[in-house]
């Protein structure tokens, strides 16, 4: 039996600096995933990405959890990008 809550860390690839966490909490028969992006050394919540409830197994929160990491990462590169195309044409 697994101890709750039970954290696991994603490397960033392009931030040294920062990593994606997700929690999984036990909640009854039920499993929770709390995202986040953490700083890397003190492990303070840089940004809270979201919660994730209802899952059947701790394995379907994690997986659910980082797919939620996954999603809000290409949101912020997608954001990103757009920005950088509409600097460029207002030179």
Request: aromatic letters at 8%; zero cysteines.
């Amino acid at each position: 039996m697994n101890d709750f809550p039970l954290e696991k860390y994603i490397d960033l690839e392009n931030n040294p600096y920062l990593l994606g966490r997700v929690t999984i909490h036990q909640v009854k028969d039920l499993f929770h995933a709390e995202v986040d992006i953490i700083h890397r050394e003190s492990h303070k919540i840089f940004k809270h990405v979201d919660i994730i409830y209802h899952q059947q197994s701790s394995e379907e929160a994690l997986i659910v959890g980082v797919q939620r990491l996954r999603l809000f990462l290409d949101q912020v590169e997608y954001k990103s990008q757009k920005n950088n195309v509409e600097k460029d044409t207002l030179h």
